[in-house]
């Protein structure tokens, strides 16, 4: 099985940055593409990133392109948000998740969740 623990998510003013991590364990945590999903308060989970590990390859929500950046660092089993520009409406629970690309960028599904982590972006 893969275990997903994301870090990073606090308050910060509009306009600033912040970075989330997202630490894998597991044997296989390589075969997975890894991608990031928040929810706000009284919305459906929406996708925001992913990324390949095989092929670095990446996807971006239209709402975050341009402004998040999604990476990797297999040495360290770990994937990163980096969020920069951020805005009210980037307020959410980002949750880190693991399954094929299919999966993540398609149906917006995932066999392996993080606990999620919370980003609060005030005025």
């Known amino acids: 099985q893969v275990h997903l623990v994301e870090s990073g998510g606090g308050l910060v003013q509009a306009g600033g940055s912040l970075r989330l991590s997202c630490a894998a364990s597991?044997?296989?945590?390589?075969?997975?593409?890894m991608g990031w999903f928040r929810q706000a308060p009284g919305k459906v989970r929406e996708f925001v990133a992913v990324?390949?590990?095989?092929?670095?390859?990446?996807y971006y929500a239209d709402s975050v392109e341009g402004r998040f950046t999604i990476s990797r660092d297999n040495a360290k089993n770990t994937v990163y948000l980096q969020m920069n520009n951020l805005k009210p409406e980037d307020t959410a629970v980002y949750y880190c998740?693991?399954?094929?690309?299919?999966?993540?960028?398609?149906?917006?599904?995932?066999?392996?969740w993080g606990q999620g982590t919370q980003v609060t972006v005030s005025s």
């Open positions: 998740a693991a399954d094929t690309w299919a999966q993540l960028r398609v149906f917006h599904e995932s066999e392996y």
């Open positions: 597991g044997r296989t945590v390589e075969s997975y593409s």
């Open positions: 990324i390949s590990w095989s092929g670095g390859s990446t």
